[in-house]
């Protein structure tokens, strides 16, 4: 079955412009300093079995799109975490330990960030206590224990765990490495922002084509105001910028069409856990309420197919391991090219080269595997 039908009824679920677009290097800067950028580069290339992330041409995808190039970063191949979250949280440790020995660092996590704080912590050879919500599933607890951390199950959503680690770290003097800014508290956030912002930096050395649109998956927006001031301080032409979320969470999209940072209410997780969050972080937002060019939400129907055909090499010549928020940025183009309004808007055709990143493999191996079973399934029927 050729890949024109199986992708032919993937669409959009919502749309919008950012009426309040005025990309400014300086004003990004001005949040996310470049000696912040520049630090997290010289010290995280340092690190033992650094190397960059595979840039990967989707080069079926782009023929049958019709779009110049279409470049995928797999962070599934970064260091042994196998997901750009190893840049941030891991760096944040690295910083604020300053060499330290006898300290204890502690976070509050969905998944991921918790992980790469962990590895971070022991890499380091420091203690580290990891607190989760009852939301988050047993093989992404172990993937956290595997790094040597204790765990704390806490009762109810995130907000609680967090609460219990603050609780907690205070009582004991441990330090906190968390990824979400509030007014109070910024450093740490800006430091995991710095790291994401390297996946942005290895891209221009990777290709000297200049990357004309960016689709970048946002959860509390960390990871897309990171790459965002990368574009500020390492890309000479400015893409468009497409900020991609799940439609039951889409707390950048409502807050950008409201211009204000907006709370909302989650009705149903997302299978893509990373980004199934309702509120923004404070530095994410102040970056991206003027460089979002647009913002898009997508359903969940589509990942577990997304997650095959990525394997199954159906968009390149090279079999890819993408997670399941590794799949929105892929959905969103194949989507966003579906709709002649929102491709012809976007200006997407021959003359783009796209920059899609691939959060993560599979490090919820159980997911993974249901996920691929699921997307084979359909993809076997020809559906
Ligand atoms: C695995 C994973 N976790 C979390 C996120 C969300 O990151 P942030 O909360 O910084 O927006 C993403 C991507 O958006 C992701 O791929």
Redesign the pocket.
């Known amino acids: 079955m050729k890949l024109k039908s199986k992708i032919s009824n993937w669409n959009v679920s919502k749309f919008i412009f950012n009426r309040e677009y005025k990309f400014s290097r300086k004003d990004i800067l001005k949040y996310l300093p470049k000696s912040y950028m520049e630090n997290a580069y010289s010290s995280i290339t340092k690190w033992n079995n650094y190397s960059k992330t595979p840039l990967i041409s989707l080069n079926k995808l782009s023929g049958e799109l019709n779009i110049g190039n279409i470049f995928y970063k797999d962070e599934s191949k970064r260091f042994n975490l196998k997901?750009?979250?190893a840049l941030g949280g891991a760096y944040a440790v690295d910083i604020i330990s300053k060499g330290m020995k006898n300290i204890t660092i502690s976070s509050a996590t969905?998944?991921?960030?918790g992980r790469s704080v962990a590895w971070g912590a022991k890499r380091l050879g420091l203690n580290c206590k990891i607190f989760i919500s009852q939301n988050v599933s047993k093989a992404r607890e172990k993937t956290i224990e595997e790094f040597g951390a204790k765990i704390f199950r806490v009762k109810g959503n995130y907000e609680n765990s967090l609460k219990e680690c603050m609780k907690k770290s205070k009582l004991n003097k441990w330090k906190i490495v968390q990824?979400?800014s509030t007014r109070n508290y910024k450093f740490v956030p800006k430091l995991t922002m710095a790291g994401?912002s390297i996946m942005i930096k290895e891209t221009s050395l990777q290709t000297n084509k200049y990357i004309t649109h960016i689709f970048?998956?946002?959860?509390?927006?960390?990871?897309?105001a990171?790459a965002v001031a990368g574009v500020a301080r390492y890309f000479k032409r400015i893409p468009k910028i497409i900020i991609v979320e799940p439609e039951n969470a889409a707390c950048v999209l409502k807050s950008i069409e409201k211009g204000k940072m907006t709370k909302i209410k989650i009705s149903k997780e997302s299978i893509?856990?990373?980004?199934s969050?309702n509120k923004m972080?404070l530095i994410?937002w102040q970056i991206l309420k003027n460089t979002a060019n647009c913002c898009l939400t997508i359903s969940d129907k589509k990942v577990p197919d997304t997650i095959t055909m990525l394997a199954k090499k159906s968009f390149s010549d090279k079999k890819i391991v993408g997670?399941e928020?590794?799949a929105p940025g892929v959905i969103s183009l194949i989507s966003a090219c579906n709709n002649k309004k929102i491709r012809y808007k976007l200006n997407l055709g021959k003359k783009s080269n796209v920059l899609l990143?691939g959060?993560?493999g599979d490090?919820d191996k159980e997911l993974y595997k249901i996920l691929y079973k699921k997307g084979s399934k359909k993809f076997n029927n020809g559906k």
């Open positions: 997901s750009f979250k969905a998944g991921n960030h990824d979400v994401y970048l998956q946002a959860g509390v927006g960390g990871m897309a990171g893509m856990g990373g980004m969050c972080s994410p997670g928020c590794s990143i959060c993560e490090v």
